[in-house]
């Protein structure tokens, strides 16, 4: 089956640590996206990708970063000069949006990260 | 900036219950609008979609939502609820031209069996 594959499902990091949140999709989506979700803020854009090698910053990039060197594949690293990064991160995935923008966005099941 | 608001936090419902969770968006352009239901423990998924045409929209599980262009409203509704829909609601907002999508807060379903 298609789908979005997140990894791993929880992780912990200690503070001053950077650690990767994989993301992998075999739809042959050109499009793909990561989002924070925290209670009570819905979901926030930190990056999107639009093609491979190429990605742009969301509303909430600083602190994170990503690359697009595969077209299935869109990692996100959260890195130290992150102050809050205790989140469930959500990866998606569409259709390239084209002027129209009406292209849905299809989600992996996410991955929580703690900090110890 | 563009913005989404959800009307409300939380809902609680009796089963058979009707339903009708409030979106609304802030631009005056052309936009693309979506609802999306994260039940627990699940993926985000794709409940109903407006992009242009008639304005009521059918979605899945009975769902439909309104697009009200004059109130930049885009709620969704259910006539009888059921216990298995029981979620997280989130309305999306694309608008024409852009590359990605702008969510609401979220609305907590909690059906009552």
């Known amino acids: 089956d298609g789908g979005i594959t997140q990894s791993p499902k929880y992780l912990f990091r200690k503070e001053g640590q950077n650690v990767t949140l994989s993301c992998e999709q075999n739809?042959?989506?050109?499009?793909m996206y990561w989002y924070r979700q925290d209670p009570g803020q819905g979901l926030r854009l930190i990056y999107y990708s639009q093609i491979v090698n190429d990605f742009q910053k969301g509303d909430i990039a600083e602190g994170y970063s990503v690359s697009r060197e595969k077209k299935e594949s869109f990692p996100l690293t959260v890195t130290s000069a992150q102050k809050n990064p205790t989140a469930f991160y959500l990866c998606?995935?569409?259709?390239?949006?084209?002027?129209?923008?009406?292209?849905?966005?299809?989600f992996g099941d996410g991955t929580r990260l703690s900090i110890l | 900036a563009q913005s989404v608001s959800q009307h409300n936090h939380h809902v609680i419902l009796s089963e058979a219950a009707s339903l009708e969770l409030g979106c609304n968006y802030s631009?005056?352009?052309?936009?693309?609008l979506f609802w999306y239901v994260q039940y627990p423990g699940q993926h985000l998924q794709l409940l109903l979609k407006y992009f242009s045409g008639d304005p009521l929209v059918k979605g899945i599980k009975g769902f439909e939502a309104e697009f009200i262009k004059s109130k930049f409203s885009f709620n969704l509704r259910k006539p009888s609820v059921q216990w298995s829909d029981t979620a997280e609601y989130f309305c999306?907002?694309?608008?024409?031209?852009?590359?990605?999508?702008?969510f609401g807060p979220g609305t907590r379903l909690s059906v009552l069996p």
């Open positions: 998606a995935s569409s259709i390239a949006q084209g002027a129209n923008g009406n292209q849905p966005q299809h």
């Open positions: 739809l042959n989506h050109d499009a």
């Open positions: 631009y005056g352009g052309t936009v693309n």
């Open positions: 999306a907002v694309n608008f024409y031209y852009g590359q990605n999508f702008v």
